[in-house]
C-alpha cells in the first residue's frame, strides 16, 4: 500500500468540491478507486459497476461530503469486498462513512478529517428502514439493520466498522454546520482510522 500512496501524492490529484469523479487510477500494474468530490446520489451506481472484477484494490478519498445514505452503501460494498480506504487531503462529513468501510483505514499526515451530526437525504434506501431489511456482511458474521433512528443507524454503522463506540455516537452531538476537525492521532485513537502515512 505505501506504493500507492506514492504514487499518489506524485501524481497529486486536485480536489474536486462538484460532483464526485468516480474512476479507477493505474499505475504499472497497480490499480486504485478514486473518489473525489461531493458524494451524490447513485454514486454508489458507478462504485460497484467500476469494482466489478477489480475488487483488490485501495480505495482513495478526497471528500468534502455529500449523501449519506449513498455513502453507507458505498461504504457496505467495500466492506463487502474487504478492501482498503485511504484519506486523502480532505475528508469531511459522509466522507468518514466511506473511509470507517475499509479493512484498513489510512491517513496521509496532512489529511484533514472531520465529522459532525449528518444531513439525512433520504431517497427511499435509508427512509423506508421500518419495512426495510438489510444485510451487511462482515467476516463470518450477518448483521441487520432495521428499525433504528436515522442517527441510530449511522451509529450503528460506525459502530459495525469498527470505530469506537464513543466516536460513533459522539459526533451525533456536533450540529451538522459545524465540523469536528481533530489532528489524525484523535482518529487512529477512536479507530476511525488505523494508520498515519507520510508521503
Given at each position: ?186 482518529w487512529r485513537e477512536h479507530n476511525l482510522i488505523t494508520e498515519i502515512k507520510s508521503p
Open positions: 500500500m505505501s506504493i500507492i500512496l506514492k504514487l499518489l501524492v506524485i501524481y497529486s490529484i486536485s480536489w474536486n468540491i462538484l460532483a464526485a469523479d468516480i474512476y479507477i487510477h493505474e499505475k504499472d500494474t497497480i490499480k486504485s478507486i478514486i473518489i473525489n468530490g461531493t458524494i451524490e446520489q447513485d454514486d454508489d451506481l458507478k462504485f460497484i459497476e467500476l469494482i466489478q472484477n477489480n475488487d483488490d484494490m485501495l480505495v482513495f478519498i478526497i471528500s468534502p461530503g455529500g449523501n449519506v445514505e449513498t455513502a453507507m452503501r458505498i461504504g457496505l460494498y467495500i466492506r463487502q469486498y474487504k478492501m482498503d480506504t485511504l484519506a486523502g487531503p480532505m475528508c469531511y462529513s459522509s466522507c468518514t462513512i466511506i473511509l470507517a468501510s475499509g479493512i484498513n483505514r489510512t491517513a496521509m499526515e496532512e489529511s484533514k478529517i472531520g465529522m459532525h451530526r449528518p444531513v439525512i437525504e433520504t431517497d427511499g434506501f435509508l427512509s423506508s428502514i421500518n419495512v426495510f431489511l438489510h444485510l451487511l456482511f462482515t467476516s463470518s458474521q450477518t448483521i441487520y439493520i432495521a428499525g433504528l433512528t436515522d442517527a441510530s443507524r449511522i451509529s450503528s454503522y460506525f459502530i459495525m466498522m469498527g470505530v469506537e463506540p464513543l466516536l460513533a455516537t459522539g459526533h451525533l452531538m456536533i450540529p451538522n454546520k459545524s465540523i469536528l476537525e481533530k489532528p489524525n492521532t484523535f
